[in-house]
Structure formats: C-alpha cells, structure tokens
C-alpha cells in the first residue's frame, strides 16, 4: 500500500545532541511536511518542500533545518535539541490536483529530550 | 489570517449513538478545503473527510459524514454508529492556498472523542 514511513518511530536524545528524524512516502507526492505537534495541542507547521523548493515558516527556529534529496526522502534535522524541542514530529505529504490538496500523514516520531 | 474553532475540548457518546463534533472557520479566501482528521492515542493523524469550498453537496465518507454551511461558515463533523475505536482526538482543519502548488493547512485546537461502551 501506498504510504507516508517515518523513522525511527520514538527518539530518546541528549540535551544538545544532534538529531535526525526521517521521512518516505510512496505516493510520489510533489509536496512534503514537517509538523511539530506538542501535547494537547494542534500541529504546527515547521516548513514543507515543493519539490525542491524549500519553505521555512517565518517562526520556525533556526535550530530546525531539513533536506530532501529526492521526491521519496525527507529529513528533518535539529542541530541542538533543548527541552522544549520534546514533541511528536509529524511528516506528511500531498499533491496538488484540480484544487484538491489532501496531507497524508506519518505514524509520527515522538522525540524524548534528556 | 485564517482560523479554526472547535469549541467542545471533550465529548461523550454512548456506543452506537450518533455524535456531532462542533468546526468553525474564518477565511477571506474564495477558494479552501476543509478536512477532519482523528488522532489515536498513537499519534498518527488519519484523514477521514473533505469538503471543498465550492462543493454543492455536503462530504459523506462511511460513517463519517461533514455538515457544511458555507454562510455560517461550520463544518460539523457527524460520526454515526459510534464505535469504540472512535474515541480519540478529532482535528478541523482548513486548507488555503500559500502560492505556487503548496497549501497551508491550519488546525483547530481538536476535540477529544470518548466512546462509552
């Protein structure tokens, strides 16, 4: 089945440690997502790539950085993981036909800061 | 700006009844999506249903079906036959269009389901 893969599923990392959580889909979708979700509350979109555009929220800190070095990939990396960085990252994807634009999401990868 | 309102934090349905789960939104944009997703405690967002804007007829997906009053500007969520893997975290979210090929999805704060046996 066509599906949006993200790794490693939990994250256990070291205040200041750097960090890489992976992204995969095989819907070969043009557009693809990071959210940062904490708990008990909404999404909140970190940037997304269309293609290989890349599109950084105006508060997205500078400590979020991503890559995608093809249509099936992304990454999201964080230089220096702090506390407050402790979260559920969700990577979801779409593609953009006659207006119709649904975001198909990942398991999610809930990351421990120590 | 756009805005998403769910005004119910927590809802209570007895198993097999019907439930409404409340959306508002507020957009200056001719043209948007609406979509509900539910959240497990697992933290996986599934898509359930979409309504666009210009859309005659109001969205039915099994037993998940969007009650869409465009001039009140609502997209209540109406699940039948409640089940008990129902309960989880419901999401309203409104989709607009950001520029060349991307869309912004903007979240309501979600409301959280419990199916009572």
């Known amino acids: 089945d066509a599906m949006v893969i993200q790794n490693p599923r939990y994250q256990v990392t070291q205040f200041g440690k750097p960090v890489t959580l992976s992204c995969s889909q095989t819907l070969n979708h043009n557009v693809m997502y990071w959210y940062q979700q904490k708990s008990s509350q909404a999404p909140k979109l970190l940037f997304h790539?269309?293609?290989?555009?890349?599109?950084n929220e105006a508060d997205t800190p500078d400590n979020f950085q991503s890559r995608r070095p093809n249509t099936s990939f992304c990454f999201l990396d964080i230089r220096s993981p702090g506390l407050g960085d402790a979260a559920m990252y969700l990577c979801a994807t779409s593609r953009v036909e006659g207006g119709l634009n649904t975001q198909y999401f990942g398991p999610g990868t809930r990351l421990t800061v120590l | 700006a756009q805005k998403i309102t769910q005004t119910q934090p927590g809802m209570f349905v007895q198993e097999k009844e019907a439930v409404t789960l409340d959306c508002t939104y507020d957009t200056s944009d001719p043209s948007y999506g609406l979509f509900w997703y539910k959240q497990p405690s697992s933290g996986e967002m599934i898509f359930l249903i979409y309504?666009?804007?210009?859309?005659?007829q109001n969205a039915t997906e099994g037993r998940y079906s969007l009650n869409f009053q465009k001039a009140r500007k609502s997209a209540n969520l109406v699940i039948s036959a409640s089940q008990l893997g129902d309960s989880a975290m419901y999401f309203c979210?409104?989709?607009?269009?950001?520029?060349?090929?991307?869309?912004?999805?903007?979240f309501g704060k979600g409301t959280k389901l419990s199916v009572i046996p």
């Open positions: 979210a409104m989709s607009n269009r950001r520029g060349a090929g991307s869309y912004q999805l903007t």
């Open positions: 790539y269309y293609d290989k555009d890349f599109n």
């Open positions: 309504q666009g804007s210009y859309d005659q």
